[in-house]
């Protein structure tokens, strides 16, 4: 396993087969941008909600954040599932990583960050 966030890249693969939601979440939260962990919370919330053996099953292969985006890869297709990944992770294209505040992408380095104007002028 790797962790190279300063480079703008977050790979968390899976362990063994698949992660779960709660392994994701315990992952996730102690990784991720400060400004994300309220919009990663909601998004974890939204698919337990669809979690359910009748429903969806929500296994993920892993999730990555590369170039201040979230890519996450469901091990089962569903397309509610899909589309709650895909509504959260543009919500979190456009949100500071270092605040929370609506943002937008900027290039930081040599990389690209969703940052507000006040934390991209720090």
């Known amino acids: ?12 693969p899976a362990t063994q087969y698949e992660l779960s939601l709660c392994e ?30 009748c429903r969806a099953n929500v296994r993920f292969d892993a999730f990555t954040v590369q170039l201040g985006e979230l890519h996450m ?3 089962f297709p569903d397309p509610v ?14 949100t ?3 605040c929370g505040r609506p943002g937008q992408q900027r290039r930081w380095g040599l990389t690209r960050l969703p940052l507000c104007a006040t934390c991209f002028g720090l």
């Open 24 to 53: 994701m979440a315990s992952t996730g939260l102690s990784l991720l941008p400060n400004g994300w962990t309220s919009t990663f919370t909601e998004l974890v919330d939204r698919l337990r909600e669809v979690d359910h053996p």
């Open 96 to 98: 500071c990583t270092r």
């Open 1 to 12: 396993m790797k962790y190279a966030v300063g480079d703008g890249i977050l790979e968390i």
């Open 73 to 75: 890869e469901p091990r």
């Open 81 to 94: 599932v899909h589309g709650i990944i895909r509504k959260f992770s543009k919500k979190l294209a456009s």
